[in-house]
């Protein structure tokens, strides 16, 4: 393995996309939706840089008018937009969102094939993933080619470089042909994995087990460093080597829950990256704070509508977290 100089604290790659959130209805009954910038590696990255982190994206936008808007929302965001390809032959991808009563949601999405699926290897400039602390992944990069074989060279790459892997599986099966499909690619990066984050939803898909606990410490024993599992409501838990820890979620009002994951794992991400040190060197306190930390950018993002726009800056977690009476985080 080549170590290299590390200067991106977070660096990913994978889909950036915009989400339209349904915003209730015209005085004629049709369905009005809002245009969020969106995608799961993409708000990593800016919930990342939001805390302080120094991020940057790879990707694949169209030429039009959703990719312009993409690539102003991260160049905003201070995330290096280096890697973020534009395509004069492809539409950016989109994601129609539908949030139910209780908060959850339903995907429908314009991604036959959507841009973020035609990022070539040879397209990046592999220097920047090569400088990067975490190189983060998720599965939806392994739906299709050539993004998939971009994937897995690229994960090579970053960790030829020294890099942790930070690895999401965030299923969403209108995008697989089928479970047992999704299955089999999510399951091929878990030997890359240095860090995990899989809800209690996708427990089984990941391990067989349903049972959280249950489910992490498998991955543990697979070789992962660091699993988090989000537990929705009731927080989110770690497993490393050294035992497993859980930190309860922050009630609050719940607008939409839509990129409250993305902002967890930035939450987790940025503190992992600051502490610069090896995984195997986190007590179970730590991890606990992590967590705890983590569940409070999460808590913020869910009450407040789309993904992107509701996650939340260091100064606005900090004071959240005082105001529970716990010390600042950010």
Request: charged share 25%.
């Given at each position: 393995m080549t170590?290299?100089?590390?200067?991106?604290?977070?660096a990913?790659?994978?889909?950036i996309l915009i989400d339209?959130?349904f915003g209730?209805n015209?005085?004629?009954?049709a369905a009005?939706?809002?245009?969020?910038p969106?995608g799961a590696?993409?708000?990593?990255?800016?919930?990342a840089a939001?805390?302080?982190?120094k991020?940057?994206f790879?990707?694949?936008?169209g030429?039009d008018?959703?990719?312009?808007?993409?690539?102003?929302v991260?160049d905003?965001e201070?995330?290096?937009?280096?890697n973020?390809?534009s395509?004069?032959?492809?539409?950016t991808?989109?994601?129609?969102v539908?949030?139910?009563e209780?908060?959850?949601?339903?995907f429908?999405f314009?991604?036959?094939?959507?841009?973020?699926?035609?990022?070539?290897?040879?397209?990046?400039?592999?220097?920047?993933?090569r400088s990067?602390k975490i190189?983060?992944i998720g599965?939806?990069?392994l739906t299709?080619d050539p993004?998939?074989?971009?994937?897995?060279?690229a994960v090579?790459?970053?960790?030829?470089a020294?890099?942790l892997?930070?690895?999401d599986p965030?299923y969403?099966t209108?995008l697989w042909p089928?479970?047992?499909?999704?299955?089999q690619?999510?399951?091929?990066?878990?030997p890359s994995?240095?860090?995990?984050?899989?809800?209690d939803?996708?427990?089984k898909?990941l391990?067989?087990?349903e049972?959280p606990?249950q489910?992490?410490a498998a991955?543990?024993d697979q070789g992962?460093s660091?699993?988090?599992v989000?537990?929705?409501?009731?927080?989110?838990?770690?497993?490393?080597k050294?035992?497993i820890v859980?930190a309860?979620?922050f009630?609050?009002?719940?607008a939409?829950?839509?990129?409250a994951?993305?902002?967890?794992?930035?939450?987790v991400?940025?503190q992992i990256?600051?502490a610069?040190k090896a995984l195997?060197?986190?007590?179970l306190d730590?991890?606990?704070?992590?967590?705890?930390?983590?569940?409070?950018c999460a808590?913020?993002t869910v009450?407040?509508?789309?993904?992107?726009?509701?996650?939340p800056?260091?100064?606005e977690v900090?004071?959240?977290?005082?105001?529970?009476?716990?010390?600042k985080?950010f």
């Amino acid at each position: 393995m080549t170590e290299q100089k590390k200067t991106v604290d977070i660096a990913a790659l994978g889909e950036i996309l915009i989400d339209f959130t349904f915003g209730g209805n015209n005085r004629h009954g049709a369905a009005l939706f809002a245009q969020n910038p969106g995608g799961a590696p993409g708000n990593v990255c800016i919930q990342a840089a939001r805390l302080g982190a120094k991020t940057a994206f790879a990707g694949k936008v169209g030429e039009d008018l959703h990719g312009r808007l993409l690539r102003s929302v991260l160049d905003d965001e201070g995330v290096s937009t280096h890697n973020l390809i534009s395509d004069p032959d492809a539409f950016t991808t989109l994601a129609f969102v539908q949030v139910r009563e209780d908060g959850e949601r339903e995907f429908s999405f314009a991604r036959k094939p959507g841009a973020d699926t035609r990022l070539c290897f040879e397209e990046l400039d592999i220097e920047e993933i090569r400088s990067a602390k975490i190189f983060h992944i998720g599965s939806l990069s392994l739906t299709d080619d050539p993004i998939r074989t971009t994937t897995y060279k690229a994960v090579e790459i970053a960790k030829e470089a020294g890099a942790l892997i930070s690895y999401d599986p965030n299923y969403r099966t209108s995008l697989w042909p089928d479970e047992t499909t999704a299955i089999q690619a999510m399951r091929s990066l878990i030997p890359s994995a240095d860090l995990m984050k899989i809800s209690d939803e996708e427990t089984k898909l990941l391990t067989d087990l349903e049972d959280p606990r249950q489910a992490a410490a498998a991955l543990v024993d697979q070789g992962v460093s660091l699993v988090f599992v989000t537990l929705g409501k009731d927080g989110a838990l770690c497993c490393s080597k050294k035992g497993i820890v859980q930190a309860a979620g922050f009630p609050g009002k719940l607008a939409d829950t839509n990129g409250a994951g993305d902002s967890f794992w930035g939450g987790v991400l940025d503190q992992i990256a600051r502490a610069n040190k090896a995984l195997e060197e986190f007590e179970l306190d730590e991890l606990e704070r992590i967590v705890r930390n983590a569940n409070a950018c999460a808590a913020l993002t869910v009450r407040r509508p789309g993904a992107i726009p509701a996650l939340p800056a260091a100064d606005e977690v900090n004071s959240f977290l005082a105001e529970q009476g716990l010390d600042k985080a950010f």
